[in-house]
């Protein structure tokens, strides 16, 4: 007998509401929730292969334990103590800095993954801690901690709102919005010019995105922080700078002034390739627009400046006066925020706190570059021990990091390694143990990130849509064990995780004069707490405790998780409101508009306007029909216009002897791969174009239909050696490559 259940859709950023058919404990299809507050019906390929990917036949089942050398079925009581015994050796004998932590992408898009993942780096206390975020957005925290003090203060643009949108490096129509959650994101861009309102597209391709402007720029890939740069010259030359209600909280226009003195339209349109006038014509239009929002995604953030122009995009919101207000760039507010603290100076953001071993890389956010992961486990050095056992959670390094193959041959010399992963890939190979999450319908499922940045404030949850099969073990109780196992409570049960950030959350709220719980009893609240599990009891925590919560009683009307139950489609929470100073967390108390690591790291970028290519440059491209490796896996998603082809304009084709269909050899700094061609005009002349995450080519993975069109690993063509020194972000686009034609 069929049914139907509601979930949250995690396969990308735009968090759709799905209803699911369900057969038993099969999901047979999946359709747009039309009732969803958020995402009202829309639905993309990825959310319509919902039950493809749930019930992909190559998913891992049980635990996997390495004896004899080989990868073994083993139970969970089995893997647990082998991660027990595995990582706790490694941290008795040389240190918590020898065990590394690897958090990928999926992480953000779980309930365990948002909920575990910092009880275990706190209770480990290492400072080997690698994230997507440094192959992706770190520029964007970095540049928001700089400027508000916060690294998830990240503005988003008002899409429903706004007159005119200026996008640099970005290309929703293919993936659905990043930093920016937003489902249907491309009707909201077809609304925005059925309203009268213009879409400006700057990217060196000429995306789907771009095909929907108004008006496309064909940059030079990387040059995105001089273009922003002669745009704020301009509104500063021509009097066009005008803060409006940001003026009393701002600091630092004029210095802002002086420092972007050098970067007039003229001096950098030969390196951007973009004519002055028309820089001029942009920032013109942006001042005179009724209300305006710039936003730089990817494109913009993976490139050897990516944390000015990161910066810049900020810096061009703010001096047109279009940051913190409707119709420009705002700051969502999370149900599961807490309560917000009264405005005024705070603690700030630092920097390089500590440094990598090796390259002496600074810290951002608490992390060091995932660039540098394989010489931090394969290089020995005077100071410290060299990383000796790694814990991955939902992490594929071998295929999304520079130099796969060397990160490849630095995993087999761990003394120990463990994976949370529902698949056998590239990386998860080389584990000692492996620990398999179920599918996504067997877990119940929430936003915590996502609501950070989504254009509009709402919340939902939704509880599994299938029981949890026999066998199994839920995320979030993999997590839990996994936290104790790693850090020295090997046995106690997984509640203890729950109960001891309860205790903490509450025993810290109750002193905070701002909380709606001050002076209370924390255990008396605790007991108050609803839910059917430890992660539902932190959720409602985290709602009672936050901005629309009920404050324990102190707010009859708010939210609670029962309240939340009771509304299975969401509950709307409003448009985006400003926000300003509140969320200000800066030592000023103020937007520090030039701050001291931007304004020393400026030389850098005035020296690139000498530093024009005289070859071919490679970019990235996303697919609608795929987020990152694992995707690849599912025949729904794969095929079409979802391939690992190498895009080359048909000028540089004739050029090289290159013809649609044919091999070419691709040779970059660290190393080459062999694809096949796809000439089109669709992107600019000196630049070609490989996607992210194929290469499924390795031995000894369980990836059945990925391996039978494996495509090539493009980050292969990267050494690890180009950052962007203030976040420590991996350079992945305008990077210099060759093309030999295969004969």
Not at 241 to 264: I, Q, T
Not at 462 to 467: E, K, M, S
Not at 687 to 711: E, F, I, K, N, Y
Request: proline share 8%; with cysteine.
């Amino acid at each position: 007998m069929s049914r139907t259940a509601l979930r949250i859709c995690p396969l990308c950023e735009a968090t759709c509401g799905l209803t699911l058919t369900v057969e038993g404990t099969r999901v047979t299809g999946a359709r747009g929730d039309r009732d969803d507050v958020f995402s009202k019906g829309f639905i993309c390929p990825k959310g319509a292969s919902f039950g493809a990917v749930d019930g992909d036949p190559d998913r891992l089942r049980t635990p996997l334990v390495r004896r004899d050398g080989e990868l073994r079925e083993a139970t969970w009581a089995e893997a647990f103590d082998a991660v027990a015994d595995g990582v706790r050796g490694v941290v008795e004998r040389y240190g918590a800095n020898s065990v590394g932590v690897v958090l990928g992408n999926p992480n953000v898009h779980t309930v365990a993954g948002g909920l575990y993942p910092p009880v275990l780096l706190a209770g480990l206390g290492t400072r080997s801690v690698f994230t997507a975020s440094t192959v992706d957005q770190m520029p964007k925290h970095v540049s928001s901690g700089l400027l508000f003090g916060d690294a998830n203060a990240i503005p988003v643009p008002d899409l429903d709102h706004t007159d005119h949108l200026l996008l640099i490096g970005a290309n929703p129509l293919e993936s659905n919005g990043s930093l920016c959650t937003a489902p249907d994101f491309p009707g909201k861009l077809k609304a925005l010019k059925a309203r009268g309102g213009t879409l400006t597209v700057i990217d060196p391709r000429r995306t789907r995105t771009a095909r929907l402007a108004d008006r496309h720029i064909a940059i030079r890939p990387g040059t995105d922080a001089l273009l922003l740069a002669a745009m704020a010259y301009t509104l500063f030359e021509e009097d066009l700078v005008d803060l409006g209600e940001l003026a009393p909280h701002v600091m630092g226009v004029e210095e802002l002034r002086d420092a972007v003195r050098d970067f007039s339209p003229e001096a950098v349109t030969a390196a951007c390739d973009v004519d002055a006038p028309l820089i001029r014509t942009l920032a013109r239009e942006l001042a005179a627009a009724p209300t305006a929002a710039v936003y730089g995604r990817i494109g913009s953030c993976t490139v050897p400046y990516g944390t000015l122009g990161s910066w810049l995009v900020d810096v061009l919101n703010i001096l047109t006066g279009n940051l913190d207000r409707p119709g420009g760039a705002l700051f969502p507010q999370a149900a599961t925020d807490r309560t917000p603290r009264p405005a005024g100076p705070s603690h700030g953001f630092s920097l390089g706190r500590w440094h990598s071993r090796v390259s002496r890389h600074p810290e951002a956010k608490g992390e060091l570059p995932l660039s540098a992961l394989a010489e931090e486990i394969d290089t020995a050095t005077a100071e410290g021990e060299p990383i000796r056992a790694l814990i991955a959670v939902a992490a594929n390094p071998v295929l999304s990091a520079p130099d796969g193959d060397r990160l490849d041959k630095a995993l087999d010399g761990l003394d120990f390694m463990v994976s949370v992963d529902p698949y056998l890939n590239e990386t998860s190979r080389h584990a000692d143990v492996v620990l398999p999450p179920p599918p996504p319908s067997q877990s119940a499922h929430h936003d915590f990130a996502f609501n950070t940045l989504a254009v509009r404030n709402q919340v939902r949850y939704t509880r599994p849509a299938v029981p949890l099969e026999p066998g199994r073990m839920a995320e979030t109780e993999i997590l839990a064990r996994l936290t104790l196992a790693a850090t020295g409570m090997h046995g106690a049960d997984p509640s203890a995780v729950d109960d001891l950030v309860i205790g903490q959350t509450l025993g810290k709220a109750v002193k905070e004069p701002w909380s709606p719980v001050h002076g209370r009893d924390p255990k008396e609240l605790a007991a108050q707490l609803t839910g059917e599990n430890g992660p539902e009891r932190r959720i409602d925590m985290m709602l009672r405790l936050g901005p629309y919560g009920d404050g324990f009683g102190v707010r009859p009307d708010g939210l609670s998780l029962e309240k939340l139950l009771a509304h299975p489609h969401g509950i709307d929470l409003g448009p985006l409101r400003s926000r300003l100073p509140q969320l200000l967390k800066t030592r000023s108390g103020k937007v520090e508009l030039l701050p001291r690591p931007i304004a020393d790291d400026l030389p850098r970028l005035r020296r690139s306007l000498d530093e024009l290519p005289d070859g071919l440059v490679l970019v990235g491209r996303r697919h609608l029909r795929s987020n990152n490796s694992w995707m690849h896996n599912v025949p729904a998603l794969t095929g079409g216009s979802n391939r690992c082809t190498l895009h080359i304009h048909p000028e540089d084709a004739e050029r090289l002897g290159v013809r649609t269909a044919t091999e070419v050899r691709v040779k970059g700094a660290g190393g080459e791969v062999v694809v096949k061609a796809e000439v089109t005009d669709g992107i600019r002349r000196g630049v070609v174009s490989l996607p992210h995450g194929w290469g499924h080519d390795r031995p000894g993975t369980r990836l059945s239909h990925a391996a039978t069109d494996p495509g090539v690993n493009v980050n292969q063509l990267l050494d690890g050696s180009l950052l962007d020194p203030l976040s420590g972000n991996a350079v992945l686009n305008g990077v210099p490559i060759e093309i030999m034609a295969q004969l």
